[in-house]
């Protein structure tokens, strides 16, 4: 936590000859570790902005080298202290700053926008002897904030030279670089290379430390049902065997192909799904019928990714959806940071009107009669698709079985009885699946013929809609009614964060809008660290800051993770110099 102590050999060399004496030391679990890890990625991976600045006298960059010690003065070990204090005592409630101390190596003075700082050195304080130690790595940063503005400052907007070649050749390059950016400051600006020590802070809107402490508790547990079938995949743990289920799906779209037609399928009946397409594959259209088919089988969704374009476009699709020329008011909520909160409640607070008008009676006889029909229709195709995944997932333990046969004859370490005995076993169990296989040819040209009423589907959900929104003013969500109705629209945004954190507040939610949609870490602000929904859908899983992606995972039972790893990586400003020294703390 930025504190410094000299290394201890004869206490290592004694842990080294008594393990079971110091066992303790190794009580922190793999999961521990990771999540550990994870978070303090999380504090580190935030533009950092300037907050503060003292000037030392008579320091000589050069002279502060590795590994030596600088005499504290008493002011500037107080101010010291109480950054570390501020680290270790951080209390989140709207913004949570994260302060460590840094000793400047190369910035920008700006007087309208402050220090910007460009490379700088973490600075470590000895308490024991009031000293400070410049840590060995160099940092960078690609981009600060402006404290007093919010506004972004870019290293780019001083040099065309990439950030990445920037960092990798700028002790070979240094004094060329350093007069690009002066060739490109603002008036007033200037480069500034005084050593002297300040406070980078990284500031995130939420904490995710409260999120992670409640998947330790469920990590100590040790009850399979404990973790969602995510966080079971995440951190390794075998998930409970289960073959594919036989949920309808339904889909908008006469033209699904079989890949888009399985994907729904299996999002909806396997307990982790791991979609990968490039653009252009129909990963939306997919997505748009998971949420359609789920909608069908009465379960809460999640729907998720790290930015807000990419949920926007989800949704687009939604809103254009028609039954007899009527827009179909599908039942959800576009939640996320306060202003999309707030635009939401506008939406539907503008929309309370339209379902008091309708006909309860009327509307809950023929959603029923729609849905049986749709029901009926589907259930041969929901059993063809059901046989043709189960078809494949045998034929795949049937080949492991194979090979687990090939490596028994060829180890060297077995004698002939023993392969015999272990090969009968495996044979056994091959031709137990064998028997299982269907009785009759089922392959991708069966599927392909598969028909969707997709007029039907849009009857469908039109009702079912009209089911939630009828939901939404009923005696029984009154509560929820009451803070939509609100005029002042900042209380109601007050009131709506805090009404949704509880959780009936949740089940009244999720009872007239099962379908919630919000960036992952924003996901924070929707109920209690428990297994809230049945399914999570992260589009563009692999853009998604890991450590920010468990906040979701850990709040759905089931998965289903969709991207492309080809595409872009999440862009993180933590260094690379930053993350192997955590990744060797926490390895």
């Known amino acids: 936590e930025g504190s410094f102590h000299e290394k201890q050999d004869h206490l290592i060399e004694r842990i080294e000859e008594n393990p079971d004496e110091f066992s303790f030391l190794n009580s922190i679990d793999f999961e521990d570790k990771v999540l550990k890890y994870y978070l303090e990625c999380y504090n580190y991976d935030n533009e950092p902005f300037q907050t503060n600045y003292t000037m030392i006298d008579d320091i000589d960059m050069d002279s502060f080298e590795d590994g030596v010690l600088l005499q504290m003065s008493d002011e500037v070990y107080d101010q010291s202290v109480k950054t570390l204090q501020a680290q270790l ?165 006469d033209k699904i192909n079989v890949n888009q037609m399985r994907t729904v399928f299996n999002a909806i009946n396997r307990d982790v799904l791991y979609v990968q397409g490039p653009p252009g594959t129909g990963k939306t259209v997919s997505i748009v019928n998971i949420i359609h088919s789920s909608l069908f089988n009465e379960q809460t969704v999640l729907v998720t ?165 009828k939901a939404l003013i009923s005696p029984k969500n009154k509560s929820l009614l009451e803070i939509l109705k609100m005029n002042e629209k900042k209380e109601r945004l007050k009131e709506f964060k805090k009404f949704i954190k509880t959780d009936d507040g949740f089940d009244m939610l999720t009872e007239c809008f099962p379908i919630i949609a919000s960036t992952n870490i924003s996901v924070l602000k929707i109920g209690n660290p428990n297994k809230l929904f049945d399914l999570l859908i992260m589009e563009e899983a692999s853009q998604c800051s890991t450590g920010v992606a468990l906040v979701p995972m850990n709040r759905c039972r089931r998965a289903c993770f969709i991207g492309d790893p080809n595409q872009l990586q999440p862009v993180v400003n933590i260094s690379d110099e930053r993350n192997q020294l955590l990744r060797n703390v926490y390895k």
């Open 89 to 253: 005592n951080l209390k989140v409630k709207n913004n949570a700053i994260y302060e460590r101390i840094v000793l400047n190596h190369l910035s920008i003075y700006s007087p309208a926008k402050g220090i910007i700082p460009i490379a700088f050195h973490s600075v470590l304080v000895d308490i024991k002897n009031k000293q400070l130690v410049k840590d060995t790595t160099l940092e960078f940063s690609p981009k600060s904030i402006v404290f007093s503005s919010d506004n972004k400052v870019l290293l780019q907007n001083y040099t065309d030279v990439d950030f990445e070649h920037f960092k990798a050749t700028f002790e070979e390059k240094r004094d060329e670089y350093i007069e690009s950016i002066k060739a490109n400051l603002s008036y007033n600006e200037k480069v500034d290379q005084r050593p002297y020590f300040m406070k980078i802070a990284t500031r995130y809107s939420i904490s995710l430390k409260d999120e992670y402490g409640s998947i330790q508790n469920k990590l100590k547990i040790e009850v399979p049902e404990s973790l969602t079938a995510g966080l079971t995949s995440f951190f390794g743990k075998k998930l409970e065997e289960t073959r594919s289920g036989k949920k309808s799906i339904i889909v908008d779209n």
């Open 305 to 469: 990714t790290n930015n807000n374009e990419a949920v926007d476009n989800i949704f687009e699709k939604i809103n254009r959806l028609k039954f007899n020329g009527v827009q179909i008011r599908y039942p959800y909520l576009r939640l996320g940071s306060d202003l999309h909160i707030a635009e939401t409640l506008n939406r539907v607070s503008a929309g309370i009107a339209y379902f008091e008008q309708i006909d309860e009676r009327v509307t809950r006889d023929e959603f029923r009669r729609v849905k049986t029909r749709l029901r009926e229709m589907m259930a041969p195709s929901t059993s063809l698709i059901a046989d043709f995944e189960n078809k494949l997932d045998t034929e795949r333990r049937i080949e492991i079985l194979n090979q687990l046969i090939n490596v028994v004859t060829m180890d060297p370490s077995l004698d002939d009885t023993q392969k015999a005995s272990q090969t009968i076993d495996l044979e056994a169990q091959i031709q137990k699946y064998q028997q299982e296989l269907p009785d009759y040819d089922i392959d991708e040209t069966v599927l392909q013929k598969i028909e969707f009423d997709s007029e039907l589907v849009k009857e469908y959900l039109f009702y079912e809609s009209l089911q939630h929104g």
